[in-house]
């Protein structure tokens, strides 16, 4: 592990709103996953809890937690009883995924300058930045004097270029209110590629894909040369695929003739947008699962939401493969819909062949559950791949190679 101890740890953290995540990863050589879990119900000091596995086990503890530094206390004497007695001392750095970075491009330490450009960001990304800063405060004062690295959602698509960031709206307000795609998904998306490159025999920079990141919360990337040159996602993450309840894509004009004639407010219309569209929307469900057993059952409109879903998802494909000039090496699968739904990648690889894209009909069933395979058949020109997302993973090694990277400069400084 070069500078850092062999014997130390790396604890990943995500925090939500009333939820802090937790991941603890041990350096044996390499990352191994340890103890993970989480704190829900933060600030509901009767009804929270700590849900946690690893190493065999499973535990489920009510605890009364106030805030987010209460749940981080809570999770460092969870893991010094399970975990290490020692585990304060044995944590030598902590990964936070952080939403938005606006700009920053790569996972980086958490100093002031970057904490005041976070808080920057929380307008743009208001459900979501605020408390991944009060994780950050949480762990601040439970680890002082510990590395804090920020991985950050937006940081893979900051390789886009221009003309694939931009809006076509008056170019102040890119450059005074920073409007433009950021895209997310972002960690996720980077370790696709990377697995990916690394099943095809090529590293990252030698790999053109498309990966699609596909859950409750949905998006595509086109991946060229190992780096993002476009993804679904925009200024937030509403934009793109047809989503569990997320619109996606319209007409900008359809949420202002509806504020207009329903008189709406802008948080109604935000929240008819992102909580009550999608596939709920049109359906009622926003579980697939659900809605192909009603398509079965010969509900419509279940049967409509998952054509909108499917066709949205090959139309971007298509876009991208476009935008990749022709030249993709693999299509890969992730997420809780992409890993574990044979039928929805069959669907959307149906009648493809003309785009070099054919699948294999038994490995494509075969491979669900969290299984890694590629499902591609013997004459698709596009590798067809399923890659289980590892984003906690992704967020410690990343956070490995930061603190490595700066404990290496004032090695060599010194």
Partial sequence: MGVLQQAGKILVLNAGSSSLKFKL???????????????????DTVNSNLVAKGNGNKWTEKVPIKD??????????????????SIHKEVQAVG??????LDIHQAALLD??????????????????????QGLAAAMKVFQGVPQVGVFDTAFHQSMPPKAFMYGIPYDYYTQHKIRRYGFHGTSHKYLVETA????????????????HLGNGSSITAVKNGLSVDTTMGLTPLEGLVMGTRSGDMDPAVPLHLMSTLGLSAKEMDTILNKKSGLLGVCGHNDLRAIIDNKAAGDERAALALDMFVYRVRKYIGAYAAALSGRV??????????????????????????????????????????????????????????????????IA??????????????????
Avoid at 202 to 210: D, F, G, L, S
Avoid at 346 to 372: R, W
């Fill in 96 to 101: 936070h995924r952080i939403v938005h970075g």
């Fill in 112 to 133: 002031d300058n970057v904490i005041q450009k976070l808080h920057q960001a929380a307008t743009l990304a208001p459900l979501h930045n605020p408390p991944g800063l």
């Fill in 397 to 414: 090694q990343q956070t490995l190679d930061m603190v490595s990277k700066v404990k290496s400069k004032v090695a060599v400084a010194a």
């Fill in 329 to 394: 090496d693999a299509l890969v699968f992730s997420a809780g819909i992409g890993e574990n739904s044979s039928i929805i990648r069959g669907l959307i690889c149906e009648d493809m062949q003309a785009m070099g894209v054919s699948i294999n009909d038994a490995k494509n069933k075969a491979t669900v559950g969290g299984a890694q395979g590629d499902i591609s058949a013997p004459d698709s020109r596009m590798r067809v791949l399923v890659v289980p997302t590892d984003e906690e993973l992704s």
């Fill in 197 to 212: 490159a690394s099943m095809l025999g090529k590293r990252p920079q030698q790999t053109n894909a498309i990966t699609c």
């Fill in 25 to 43: 990863f041990s350096l044996a050589p390499g990352l191994v996953a340890g103890v993970g879990g989480m704190i829900d119900r933060i600030g």
């Fill in 68 to 85: 987010h530094v209460a749940a981080m206390e809570c999770i460092m004497g969870f893991l010094s009883d399970k975990e290490s007695s």
